[in-house]
Nanobody, 114 residues
């Protein structure tokens, strides 16, 4: 399975971006997708996840600002990010939220300037 994230870019604080992640196989319909990020100089961390039942969960620092959604027909998961701040600067990745993880893709870089 290959996971390809896209949609990153440079925005000013307060701005929005919508990330997409497409899987090479039909995985998101049978697993729970999640978003992760790696900020400069830090370990990769979990950001948001969607269970198989459709329940969504968020890390505290993004709750109320980020929204995870998915389109099973397109094998794609999205992350809508609003009210971005410089601490959100990171490379964002998608992978399994609950269950066995796939090889990590290259991720997509989000840079937020103040």
């Amino acid at each position: 399975v290959q996971l390809q994230a896209s949609g990153g870019g440079s925005v000013q604080a307060g701005g929005s971006l919508r990330l997409s992640c497409t899987a090479s196989e039909t995985v998101f319909t049978i697993t729970s997708p999640g978003w992760y990020r790696q900020r400069p100089g830090k370990q990769r961390e979990w950001v948001a996840g969607s269970t198989r039942a459709g329940t969504t969960n968020y890390e505290d620092f993004v709750k109320g600002r980020f929204t995870i959604s998915r389109d099973n027909a397109k094998n794609t998961v999205y992350l809508q990010m609003n009210n971005l701040n410089p601490e959100d600067t990171a490379v964002y990745y998608c992978n399994t939220y609950i269950g066995v993880r796939h090889p990590w893709g290259q991720g997509t870089l989000v840079t937020v300037s103040s």
